[in-house]
């Protein structure tokens, strides 16, 4: 800022404004009589033209190159200049010099001296007035008049009773009011000065007669309206005495009007940061604090006196405290400054578990040049913490819902797929993403119409569940589709959840029970049919005995003999289904295992003999017993040679079914062979799965296997398969010794 007249040093003058100070040299430099400023240790700082041309100086310099000796009289000039130490504030000395003018004669002048302020700095005012020219000339009050209605600011003169005298044409246009109505009246008729506070203008005339002088802002109320203005008052002195006062004003109403403005803004823009949620930190450019708000101090665990300290130190270093790790924090804020990013981003881990998310834009003054930094922070822990929370449920219900077998999907207004299972997709060989969009009846149907008992156009029309089950011949499976309406808070339907399961083995259960409900019937059918047939049998065994203890001869003897081992077959025959539709509870005890295979083979005979297969058998007679269930294994040598008959028929009519047990280490080993087609190796693998099976619609239900897997692992045993497409198949039973 300019220098300035204002109340300074002791309260004496001092410059307060540039256009103050132009206009008081513009009139200094017009004056016929010297005025020079000094220090108190002589040396001129300022000297106005009368004084410069009376010793022939050019500009100030000049003066102070021109020694002492040169300027004053030997006799008088270095105890002038020595007294000026010890003036005091407030008073004006006179005293008389002789000044050698630039001609060398020596005339003597009166000098009225004063301590001022100047530049800042305390300064004597001395005012030279020629004693041989006291009285001025009309020349020279035209001169000065002139010069009073030159002034570019605002000037008038007041006599001792505050009476306006003198009111210059700057001072009408700025208070609209004309000479006329100024002068000749008291300054308070025309405006008043307006009062911050009650007994402000008593004060101000109190201080001004203390004084001699004031300077400050003031508001003057006029005709036109209120007007901001600088003043300076400074009384007259002339003879010693206070003759009036004259006041300079200068015109302040524009810049005050934008300081209230301003004021008004940085009020607001302090409101506002003051009750923000964010943490509000300015800085200088070299990361040194200009402002900060409360919430920042808050969040930084800050006391109160930081607002208004700490501003000398390096923010980057005071906030390291709560900060979990310090090193990273100082290194990503020192390349942020360093390296003048635009905007930056990035977040904050506290040591108690906050997270601080930071954003930082960089300030530029009017010139382009960089000039700090704005640093927002805000508390996000929350926010993060709820969003990591529904990441891991979004994760883990996608995890659920890609877990689940059946194939699920959400269908929109158009039944466009909008969600899908990974069961959905791997259907069709692709991902979920790629069916997204994609409408359900296109990827499912073809040629992309929708069936009539589609349950999703059933529930968008409905807004019912709906449900149907589909079979389907290429792979025997059935499936049961059910849709489920989505409803909008105004309860409208807006798609559909549907469900696809697999119900084959539900199926299969369901014809599993019918059958095992027949076969218990015919269980009690045989067991009826056998007791039936046992009677005349044991009267055609019987009577057959009696006839060969007679004496017949050798032909009726031989056929006698035949008839009763045929009748005693069947017998035994009768025996094995009656044993084999009797319910048992399951007891393991010793057993023979070639004489379980016997039985089975005696149980399929008939079957096989009239279908042409031929039946081999290689038993070990040295086998020991073991412990096992009878029946229990009974079933699994029934089922696998039942299995070895169907396929051999299927395939040529006939066949060789080859049984073989022998003993090896630890195990009883059980191969039972035939020379059907095989088994695929596709097939090989699945064989043991329940409800899975290779046999025509209605010709079996894949649970035989599965049942006689469950037995020998049961047992403690294994059972497996071995097989080469076109050159039958064997079925190999381990059970421990």
């Not at 206070?242 to 004021?263: C, F, M, S, Y």
């Not at 077998?405 to 969600?419: A, C, G, M, Q, V």
Request: charged share 25%; hydrophobic share 35%; aromatic share 8%.
């Amino acid at each position: 800022m300019a220098m300035t007249i204002r109340p300074g040093l002791n309260n004496i003058p001092e410059v307060r404004s540039l256009s103050n100070l132009e206009s008081f040299l513009d009139i200094f430099d017009s004056l016929p009589f010297g005025i020079q400023i000094t220090r108190p240790d002589g040396e001129p700082v300022y000297a106005n033209r009368s004084l410069l041309d009376l010793w022939g100086c050019k500009n100030i310099d000049d003066l102070q190159k021109l020694p002492l000796a040169e300027r004053l009289s030997p006799e008088n000039g270095k105890s002038f200049y020595s007294s000026m130490k010890n003036y005091h504030d407030g008073i004006t000395y006179r005293s008389q010099v002789t000044v050698i003018c630039q001609n060398g004669e020596g005339r003597s002048f009166q000098v009225n001296s004063r301590n001022v302020v100047w530049n800042g700095e305390k300064c004597v005012q001395s005012i030279f007035q020629d004693l041989a020219a006291q009285k001025p000339t009309e020349a020279s009050l035209r001169f000065l008049d002139h010069a009073f209605f030159s002034i570019r600011d605002g000037i008038f003169i007041l006599n001792n009773d505050f009476i306006v005298t003198h009111w210059n044409n700057v001072c009408e246009k700025l208070f609209g009011i004309i000479t006329a109505d100024a002068v000749g009246k008291h300054i308070s008729a025309s405006m008043t000065m307006v009062e911050t506070f009650p007994g402000q203008n008593a004060q101000r005339i109190r201080l001004l007669l203390e004084k001699g002088y004031n300077q400050e802002e003031q508001v003057y109320r006029t005709p036109i309206g209120d007007v901001w203005v600088d003043v300076h008052t400074q009384a007259i002195i002339i003879e010693g005495k206070r003759q009036g006062w004259v006041t300079l004003v200068n015109d302040i109403t524009p810049r005050k009007t934008i300081e209230e403005a301003l004021n008004f803004k940085n009020t607001l823009l302090e409101a506002l940061a003051e009750n923000t949620t964010d943490g509000i930190l300015v800085t200088d450019e070299n990361n040194k604090k200009i402002f900060c708000n409360g919430r920042f101090r808050e969040l930084w665990g800050l006391p109160l006196e930081f607002a208004e300290t700490c501003a000398d130190n390096d923010m980057t270093v005071l906030m390291t405290a709560p900060v979990k790790d310090p090193e990273d924090f100082i290194e990503k804020t020192r390349q942020i400054i360093e390296s003048k990013v635009k905007h930056s981003r990035d977040r904050i881990n506290f040591s108690d578990g906050r997270i601080l998310e930071r954003y930082t834009n960089e300030m530029f003054d009017k010139q382009g040049r960089y000039c700090g930094r704005l640093w927002y922070y805000r508390d996000i822990t929350e926010p993060v913490r709820m969003r990591e929370g529904m990441e891991m449920a979004a994760r883990e219900w996608r995890t659920t819902f890609d877990s689940i077998t059946d194939r699920i999907s959400i269908h929109d207004r158009e039944n466009r797929l909008t969600k899908v299972n990974k069961a959905f997709a791997a259907r069709y060989d692709l991902s979920p993403e790629e069916i997204i969009s994609e409408r359900c009846n296109h990827l499912v149907h073809e040629p992309g119409n929708i069936p009539a008992n589609c349950p999703w156009q059933k529930t968008m029309q409905t807004g019912k569940p709906a449900t149907v089950e589909v079979f389907s011949p290429d792979s025997g499976s059935w499936v049961q589709e059910s849709a489920s309406p989505i409803f909008d808070d105004q309860g409208q339907v807006t798609g559909t959840v549907n469900i696809i399961k697999d119900v084959t083995e539900l199926r299969q259960m369901e014809q599993q029970l019918i059958m095992t409900d027949r076969l218990a019937s015919i269980g009690e059918l045989v067991s009826g049919i056998a007791h039936e047939l046992n009677n005349p049998l044991t009267g055609v065994i019987g009577f057959a005995q009696l006839l060969l203890e007679k004496d017949v001869s050798d032909d009726v003897k031989e056929d006698l003999t035949i008839v009763a081992g045929e009748a005693q077959r069947a017998a035994r025959i009768v025996r094995n289904l009656l044993a084999f539709a009797r319910k048992h509870t399951p007891v393991k005890q010793p057993s023979r295992i070639n004489s379980i295979i016997e039985d089975v083979l005696t149980l399929r005979a008939y079957e096989q003999k009239v279908n042409n297969i031929e039946v081999f058998t290689r038993l070990d007679d040295n086998l020991p017993e073991i412990m096992l269930d009878y029946f229990q294994i009974q079933q699994v040598f029934l089922n696998i040679v039942i299995n070895a008959e169907y396929f051999m028929i299927e395939a040529h009519r006939r066949g060789t079914l080859t049984v073989i047990s022998e003993k090896i280490p630890g195990y009883i080993r059980i191969s039972i062979s035939d020379d059907g087609p095989g088994i695929k190796p596709v097939n090989l693998k699945r064989i043991f799965d329940p409800f899975y099976t290779t046999k025509e619609v209605g010709k079996g239900t894949g649970l035989g296997l599965s049942i006689c897997h469950g037995i020998v692992t049961e047992h403690g045993g294994n059972i497996y398969a071995k097989s080469e497409q076109g050159k039958g198949a064997t079925f190999v039973v381990e059970l421990p010794i």
